[in-house]
């Protein structure tokens, strides 16, 4: 066995904090570990483990990125959470900062600096790399001003493209117009180092709520639609402008919108858009959850994961709580806040398990084996719980939570093609 062997059998059983550093140690070890093979083995040896993610609040506040956090996972092994890797260094001072997107390990920030002048930055926070990403030639000093005055300054998100685990390019969208039957993007790729201005049919009578967040998942941004019951996605790869945004209608449209008790939202979980919602009928509790398996409207749209009773989760929480997020690589875990018990409920919908996990206490163990710590938490839940409330369901939907996950391999930040 010669030393690529005997380094290949000590390296691949490391968690990537580790295999990061050990790029470093010489060129024969940085060869292995960047070759196919060796990223290949590792992904499929921990396929089945966690990596550590977090829970990011999507409101504009002033608290902190990062409500909950987890690390020690055993795919990357980190000391603390992914959250407090978010340091930033900029070439010039800034008075402004906001995330606005986080997606396959990548980051997408807003910033001002002390002379106004707007900013956008991606980055792997990772490996403290950033790129600031020039402004759309086509801004107007109206649209400047619009940026400057918030007007514009949370409907912006960032798609990537992956390839055997790895991010090769992303686009910045932003949303410039709306118009009838048109929407205007602008979009930055990476690929090319260059702006586009498409204008995407839509149907007239839905628009993007566009002081909103949105997800992103496989190159697709999904909205919030001003219709309650629906959202929007665009495919930002491979998608084609005179076939316009896709719209999708949630799977309890209909008669179970009167018995449905919380306003919607929808998250990500094992690859997939997953909505759920608590219904509530003659007593009963019950809590479904849905994956959407097409992007197309109707029933077929979605398939039924989970019908489970919360009876038990009451008996012991009571019914003061609201969902937050499903863990982002196990659908059968569900995140609930505890607002009479101040804490973070884990619920396992195969086994009916339930954990609460507590801000003031010290960082423990939860059911994916990860060190579960909290970030001002109690303090945001305590700002938005008002939003869940029964009576506001026709009201604007937001979406309020999103997951930060970092990925199952080391990957750079792709950088744009010279100028």
Not at 245 to 251: A, K, N, Q, V, Y
Not at 388 to 413: A, E, M, T
Request: glycine residues 6%; aromatic residues 14%.
């Amino acid at each position: 066995m010669n030393i690529p062997e005997v380094a290949f059998v000590v390296l691949v059983r490391l968690p990537l904090k580790s295999i990061a550093r050990f790029r470093s140690v010489c060129k024969e070890w940085k060869d292995l570990i960047d070759s196919d093979f060796f990223r290949d083995h590792f992904i499929s040896r921990n396929s089945s483990s966690s990596i550590s993610w977090s829970i990011i609040q999507m409101q504009p506040h002033k608290l902190t990125l990062e409500i909950v956090g987890h690390h020690g996972c055993k795919t990357w092994g980190l000391a603390r959470s992914p959250g407090s890797f978010m340091s930033f260094f900029v070439e010039s001072a800034i008075n402004k900062i906001q995330v606005l997107a986080c997606t396959d390990g990548l980051v997408l920030l807003y910033t001002e600096a002390t002379d106004d002048t707007p900013m956008y930055y991606v980055g792997n926070p990772l490996f403290q790399e950033w790129f600031r990403v020039p402004l759309p030639p086509f801004l107007s000093l109206e649209d400047l001003k619009r940026l400057r005055l918030h007007e514009r300054f949370s409907h912006a998100g960032l798609v990537t493209k992956m390839q055997s685990g790895i991010v090769v390019s992303y686009k910045v969208v932003l949303l410039m117009h709306q118009g009838s039957p048109k929407v205007g993007f602008a979009i930055y790729s990476s690929d090319t180092g260059k702006w586009e201005n498409p204008n995407v049919t839509c149907p007239q009578y839905h628009w993007w709520f566009t002081r909103h967040k949105s997800i992103a998942l496989n190159g697709m941004l999904h909205w919030f639609s001003n219709i309650n019951a629906f959202f929007m996605a665009y495919d930002f790869y491979e998608g084609n402008v005179d076939d316009g945004c896709r719209i999708i209608s949630f799977p309890d449209r209909g008669k179970d919108d009167e018995i449905r008790r919380f306003r919607r939202s929808f998250t990500t979980s094992e690859g997939s858009i997953v909505y759920f919602n608590e219904f509530r009928e003659n007593e009963n509790h019950t809590l479904r959850v849905w994956r959407l398996v097409k992007y197309t409207d109707g029933p077929e749209a979605w398939q039924l994961l989970w019908e489970v009773s919360l009876v038990s989760m009451i008996d012991l929480l009571g019914i003061d709580y609201f969902p937050v997020v499903m863990h982002p690589l196990n659908s059968e875990i569900i995140y609930l806040w505890s607002g009479n018990k101040k804490g973070m409920v884990l619920f396992n919908l195969r086994t009916l398990a339930l954990s609460l996990h507590k801000e003031n206490e010290d960082d423990s163990k939860c059911m994916d084996g990860c060190v579960l710590s909290f970030n001002r938490c109690s303090k945001f839940m305590d700002d938005i719980s008002g939003y869940f409330l029964p009576q506001l369901y026709g009201g604007l939907n937001h979406l309020i939570f999103s997951q930060y996950v970092l990925p199952r391999w080391l990957h750079r930040l792709p950088r744009p093609p010279p100028t």
